[in-house]
């Protein structure tokens, strides 16, 4: 096809002639603003902003750092009780790619003006996912924000990619102030012996390795209860025992901390009914899902989610039998 006919598909009549006479004056010598000879010759950059986001919760100030993306592999692997051409056809349509589903582990830092709280850590030094985690220091860095002033880590519940940056491989904590708060149900599942020579031994073993030499700073939390000013916990069981997502609250304003109450924005939340295959009773799972998110809908509580496309931040409203979230607009200008 010739421009002359791109020129006419992408043009209305009016503007085509007015585009073509435009075209005419540069060709007949005519200068145009910026016209000059701007040829420059880069190399690619190739890097990236730093991968934190900040933003307010009344008097308190939330930065999201991130331990990396986390490429989960074969949706039809992982999301279950539908057909692979069912979950292949909900990502096309959503024009995400069909082959492999990326996570992001968004960790939100809150500031509550005398306390810095933690929620959930990443997988740390488990390259069980591939190379692109573990990147929750360096996030931090970039953020200005030192481990030494972390006061709390929160987390939803003991897996792998929650509890994994709590220590360095050699059993020191990463965090060497910070009290650690988890459901005692998920303490005693996924740090238990027994289960080393079982099919969860990867994820015992990591809980294991970033709990236990942490042991005595552990405080466990109660389901519908604070577990710090500003902070409650929320039983959302199946994904594991003990799973629990948080109310984070400052000067009347709030957001639920999701934890892994819904992985994905598409497939998990559009269609909650759907199975994941990481859940410990998948069952119970989509009963909590769907309970609280439509408790969030229907309150117009802003979300936070661990596992949403970077930085996680957004809102829920009912669509169907599911729900659609809506990201919230990213403020780059913060006076
Ligand atoms: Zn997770």
């Excluded at 540069?26 to 880069?42: F, W, Y």
């Excluded at 790619?97 to 850590?121: A, K, S």
């Excluded at 220590?167 to 303490?187: E, G, M, T, W, Y």
């Excluded at 073993?205 to 929320?234: C, M, Y």
Aim: hydrophobic share 45%; proline share 7%; with cysteine.
């Amino acid at each position: 096809m010739s421009r002359a006919n791109d020129t006419e598909i992408l043009l209305p009549r009016a503007s085509r002639r007015g585009f073509l006479g435009a075209a005419a004056a540069l060709a007949a010598g005519a200068t145009l603003p910026h016209a000059g000879p701007a040829l420059a010759k880069a190399p690619l950059a190739k890097n990236q902003a730093p991968y934190f986001y900040r933003f307010g919760l009344g008097q308190a100030e939330v930065t999201v750092v991130s331990d990396g993306p986390l490429p989960l592999g074969d949706p039809g692997a992982s999301f279950l009780g539908v057909s692979k051409e069912t979950v292949g056809k909900m990502l096309s349509d959503s024009f995400l790619p069909t082959d492999n589903v990326v996570l992001e582990q968004n960790i939100p830092i809150v500031n509550f003006g005398d306390r810095l709280v933690m929620f959930d850590t990443g997988m740390g030094f488990s390259k069980a996912f591939g190379p692109t985690t573990g990147r929750l220091l360096k996030s931090m860095e970039e953020a200005g924000i030192r481990p030494g002033d972390i006061d709390d880590i929160v987390c939803s519940h003991a897996h792998i990619d929650h509890i994994g940056g709590i220590c360095s491989a050699d059993d020191k904590a990463l965090f060497p102030n910070a009290r650690v708060h988890i459901s005692q149900a998920d303490f005693d599942f996924w740090t238990d012996e027994a289960k080393l020579g079982g099919p969860l031994k990867a994820f015992v073993a990591h809980a294991r390795a970033n709990l236990l030499p942490v042991r005595d700073r552990i405080v466990f939390f109660k389901s519908e209860a604070e577990v710090l000013p500003g902070v409650t916990a929320i039983a959302a069981p199946g994904h594991t025992a003990g799973h629990h997502i948080f109310n984070v609250s400052s000067g009347g304003k709030s957001f639920a901390f999701l934890g892994d109450l819904t992985h994905h924005a598409v497939l998990l939340t559009e269609n909650p009914r759907l199975e994941f295959a990481y859940d410990s009773d998948p069952k119970q799972a989509v009963q909590s899902r769907v309970r609280l998110l439509t408790s969030l809908a229907e309150n117009k509580t802003p979300v936070m989610s661990f596992h949403f496309a970077w930085p996680g931040f957004g809102n829920l409203a009912k669509a169907g039998d599911g729900f659609r979230y809506y990201p919230a607009p990213m403020e780059m200008l913060r006076g």
